[in-house]
């Protein structure tokens, strides 16, 4: 049970959209397509941003969004905001075996 | 709104079992709607999941730690319990209590502010 791929750090001016890569394998991200998107802040507790690869659960700004193909699932920020920095984390959950496994992280930094 | 808390030491000795209790409050953990994990975060690191317990008792363990590792509810007060054994100084981290909403995808809607627990003589 690997980690799932991320780029370490991903950059952007205010304003401007970046997408973040979550790459797993056929048996993980590309199985069951049950990806979740993290927002964490230093020192605070991760909050779902992104549900089930596309869905934004209520409260969570629609300058957020998903998306999927294969075995890679995608994070969008557009119009990045500065209290967009931070770390974002993919996690997948595969339903045969019950088991989660997360994304090494990305640091983004708002220039 | 629910609320997850996680307790307790905040330093272990190596070799002993680490002790964590989750309480939630503002929600049932009686619903079948949810599963109750755990997760860990060494400092500066990426996020690690440990395992997660249903309603029925049934639990799904990381296989990295699933010889040291056991979860259990305690319904009547509302709190979920993380026992890891045999502890090392790679188990020093923060230490998370989520709930999972397996409806949305098994994801983790609602995280607690996690506890810092250091493994050190």
């Known amino acids: 049970q690997s980690a799932l791929t991320q780029p370490a750090s991903v950059s952007g001016s205010l304003g401007q959209s970046i997408t973040i890569s979550c790459t797993g394998s056929s048996s993980d991200v590309g199985r069951d397509k049950f990806i979740s998107w993290y927002q964490q802040h230093p020192g605070k507790a991760p909050k779902l941003v992104i549900f089930d690869f596309t869905h934004r659960p209520s409260g969570v700004s629609n300058h957020f969004s998903g998306s999927m193909s294969g075995n890679t699932a995608s994070l969008t920020i557009s119009g990045l905001q500065a209290e967009d920095e931070a770390d974002y984390f993919c996690s997948s959950y595969t339903n045969n075996s019950a088991l989660y496994v997360f994304g090494i992280g990305t640091k983004v930094t708002v220039l | 709104q629910v609320h997850l808390q996680e307790s307790g030491p905040g330093l272990v000795k190596p070799s002993q079992t680490l002790s964590l209790t989750c309480t939630v409050s503002g929600g049932s953990m009686r619903s079948d709607n949810y599963y109750w994990s755990w997760i860990r975060q060494p400092a500066g690191m990426g996020l690690a999941w440990i395992g997660h317990?249903?309603?029925?008792?049934?639990?799904s363990y990381s296989p990295s730690l699933k010889s040291r590792v056991s979860i259990s509810t305690d319904t009547s007060k509302n709190q979920f319990s993380l026992k890891l054994s045999s502890v090392t100084a790679a188990d020093t981290a923060v230490y998370y209590c989520?709930?999972?909403?397996?409806?949305?995808?098994?994801?983790?809607?609602?995280w607690g502010q996690g506890t810092t627990v250091t493994v050190s003589s």
């Open positions: 317990i249903y309603s029925s008792g049934s639990t």
């Open positions: 989520a709930r999972i909403k397996w409806k949305d995808a098994y994801t983790m809607d609602v």
